[in-house]
């Protein structure tokens, strides 16, 4: 079995950044592109298909938030962030407008390629260590889960969602009633414990979800059990 090529795309307009870090993951079997701007770093992305993206907030033209929020409407793969910021603030905005991680500069090198490694592992871990059921269709009310073409239907109409968020509601309707944690929400979508986790991941997707079905009136589907988690359904 050939491995999938690990392919990184840098969005930073520091060259001595750019350049150590094209050199470090080249070194380390990626293949490595970079971009100057948010504008070519976009468009980099839907040319190159990278499997992360590294993206500095500060850039000449658009700011990270922004490029983040332009890739996530389009591509479902890990998005990092760098600042110098250290703010809460402006780590829950970065996770809010799509991000997956938030790294302060200056960074340690050897911890940046610990994260994305652990990014990169968690793309192809297709385990579930929370799935008990074989069904590959889940019926809920009005709602049908085809766990086979990852789609979610309010009677015949689909309810868009990324990858991220079909797992979450997977993960939670295939065992109703059960209430999990967001680190265990985390830990089941990615499949393994992590060391840089963030309470904000989940609750902003979790926000998202709601969000959409909101518009078929089945938001409540998924229940918030405070100082808890959540929960599918179920009293």
Known sequence: MIAPEKKI???????????????SFAT?????????????GIIQARRFHPNLIL???????????????ILREEIDIPLILFSSKNK????????KVGADDYIVKPFSLKELKVRVDAHMRRINRVSN?????????ISYEKININ???????YENEEIKLTNREFEIIKLLCRNPGRVFTREEIYSGILGSNSPYFENHMVTEHIKKIRKK????????YIQTVWGVGYRWGGN
């Not at 380390?28 to 070519?40: I, P, Q």
């Not at 993206?55 to 929020?69: A, F, N, Q, R, T």
């Not at 079905?213 to 409540?220: D, E, H, I, T, V």
């Open 28 to 40: 380390d079997g990626y293949s490595v592109e970079y971009s100057n701007t948010g504008v070519e």
């Open 213 to 220: 079905l909101k518009y078929f009136n089945c938001s409540s």
């Open 88 to 95: 809460e603030e402006e780590k829950i905005h970065g996770f």
């Open 55 to 69: 993206i500095d907030i500060m850039l000449p033209d658009l700011s990270g938030y922004e490029v983040i929020k």
């Open 129 to 137: 260590k929370y799935e008990t059921s074989t069904e590959n269709v």
């Open 9 to 23: 795309l840098i969005i930073d307009d520091e060259p001595s950044i750019t350049s150590l870090l094209c050199k």
């Open 147 to 153: 766990l086979l073409e990852h789609k979610i239907f």
